[in-house]
RNA sequence: GCCGCCGUAGCUCAGUGGUAGAGCAGCGGACUUUUAAUCCGUUGUGCGUUGGUUCGAAUCCAACCGGCGGCACCA
């Protein structure tokens, strides 16, 4: 026996299930039918006036939270995911027996409660127990239980005791669930059909990420786990599916952040004979009905929308279409008196410009569009201005939470973007995606003009939740 | 990976060089309208880990482990 194990508060919880089975009382039983969940059992009779008894019939179940009084009579709170409610238990009502057991629950216990609503002389909605019923013995305190559990560690590595003590938490996930149902439900209605591919991929790409890298024993394989569905979607489009979109868990191996985890979820969605401004328009009212849906207000405006160049020149002065070299785009930031990071190219500091200038001040919903080819290896050629791509990023909250563009559909083309990162790899960029053979086949049997999107579902969430760190808004956040 | 802050009982927290505390929870008792119930009594194999300094370390120092924030990377 380990120690912890001979600890009193535990040691007292395992003898109490020892004289339960003693007693012939199952401890962990099977089931138990016909529960009402707490709020739709209170809702009905919150008219009731202070003091009102009904002859109505409930039957609640959840976790013992709190427990007053243990003379002829004692209230106790209990839980469930809809709300609190509590129980009057009566010496008269329950008779010894099943008073005085009662009495020995644990806080954390999960109970099965029978009785009828009435209002108390203080107006506390409350249930009179005519019978209840253990239906799982909770073998280790629950934490403390005004003050909640506010340990980070322990809320994100053991969230059942955050969820179980925290009603704000429960209601971040539901939010989040009511979020990624509001999406689906969105695209459905507008004709797009919801495909799943390979989270396991011989060959990674479509962003521009370092791979987590595992290995196929019986192919003796080399395989990665994907960093984006992008390329496997758009095959879809070429093969004729017209609107197509995946919502699942991307894979980075990258530093951990308030805005990143290792693991996260992104929609992506592909449609054909649109450009990025379809999207842009699509994904504004996406979002919008998705606000709507979580109650939130965030994006019921129409969202900003300024050129990337024109962003950082407002913001710097600097005119990084008229210094379309790196020493020259360094002179002009040096002339401003700004200080120059090493990086190796013109568009990687245009990223920096961007990343440290622009970004924190987007606080309303923006979007930046008409990138630098040379940071979008996948996105089609802008119709009117020589090496810039159609594509956009949407920021709120000074953080990027979607990037979209027309599709680069000239195999040509691309074939001759993978080349550049191909080259880029070579000399060192980690995040340089592979040269992908497949991809260029698909498209050589044409791929209509297609304009697609990614949006990240936990920033997405953070923004309509205004959780400020990816952690709160994803159960089982990565923790060293 | 680098820098800074932090780590005390099941939980929430006091304690800055003199030998470990409170509240809640627990245990025993009183109480038929409480709701952070109250009252009386009571328990606690706990100072992240390992070293060091000191007569003496939760407290000072170092390394390590973990958390948070920032930087780097990135979405």
Redesign the pocket.
């Known amino acids: 026996m380990s ?1 912890e194990e ?4 535990l040691a ?1 919880r395992r003898r109490k299930l020892e004289s339960l089975r003693e007693a012939g009382i199952e401890p962990f039983p099977h089931a138990f039918a016909g529960v009402t969940p707490i709020a739709e059992a209170k809702a009905p009779h919150e008219g009731l006036a202070d003091g009102e008894e009904t002859d109505v019939r409930v039957r609640v179940a959840g976790r013992l939270h ?1 427990r ?6 004692a ?1 106790l709170d209990l839980d469930d995911r809809t709300g609190r409610i ?1 129980l009057q238990a ?3 009502v329950l008779g010894d027996e099943a008073f005085e057991r009662l009495l020995t629950m ?2 954390g216990d999960l109970i099965g409660a029978d009785g009828t609503i009435f209002k ?5 909605l ?1 249930v009179l127990l005519s019978g209840w019923t253990l239906l799982a013995k909770s073998l280790r ?1 629950p ?5 909640g ?6 809320r ?1 590595r053991h969230r059942e005791l955050d969820l179980m003590s925290n009603p704000e938490t429960r209601e971040v996930f539901v939010t989040r669930a009511k979020i990624v149902s509001a999406i689906r439900r969105f695209l459905d209605d507008e004709g797009f059909i919801e495909v799943e591919t390979p989270v396991l991929q011989p060959i990674y790409g479509g ?3 370092r791979p987590f890298t595992t290995h196929f024993n019986a192919l003796e394989k080399t395989m990665y786990l994907r960093i984006a569905t992008e390329l496997y979607l758009k095959r879809l489009i070429v093969g004729g599916l017209e609107r197509v979109y995946e919502l699942g868990k991307d894979f ?1 191996n ?2 951990l ?6 693991e ?1 979820t992104m929609l992506e969605w592909y449609e054909a004979y649109a450009d990025w401004e379809v999207v842009a328009e699509r994904a504004e009212r996406l979002v919008r009905a998705v606000g709507e849906a979580v109650g939130s207000e965030k994006f019921a405006q129409p969202w900003k929308r300024e050129t990337l160049a024109g962003s950082v020149h407002s913001r710097t002065g600097i005119d990084v279409l008229a210094n379309r070299s790196l020493e020259s785009l360094q002179g002009a930031m040096r002339e401003a008196g700004m200080e120059v990071p090493d990086e190796p190219n013109w568009a990687a500091l245009v990223d920096y410009l961007v ?1 440290k200038h622009v970004e924190p001040t987007l606080i309303e919903p923006t979007m930046l569009h008409d990138y630098p080819v040379e940071l979008s290896p996948f996105a089609k050629r802008h119709r009117e201005h020589d090496g810039l791509v159609e594509r956009f990023e949407a920021f709120a909250d000074g953080m ?1 939470f979607a ?1 979209a563009f027309s599709e680069l559909n000239d195999p040509d083309d691309q074939r001759a973007r993978f080349e550049e990162q191909v080259r880029h790899a070579a000399a060192g960029d980690e ?1 340089a995606p592979p040269f992908d053979t497949d991809y260029i086949f698909s498209l050589e049997h044409g791929m209509p003009p297609t304009g697609g999107i990614g949006i ?1 579902i ?2 997405l969430t953070m923004l309509l939740t205004g959780q400020r ?1 990816i ?1 709160e808004v994803v159960l089982f956040p990565a ?2």
């Open positions: 120690e001979t600890s009193e508060l007292v709190a007053r009084g243990q003379g002829k009579m209230f509590q009566r010496r008269d644990d806080l108390t002389r203080r107006g506390e409350s305190p934490p403390e239980k005004h003050h559990l506010t340990d980070t560690e322990t994100f962003a521009l990420a980075r990258e530093g952040s308030p805005k990143h985890n290792p996260f990343s990027e990037n995040s990240g936990d920033r760190t952690r923790l060293k």
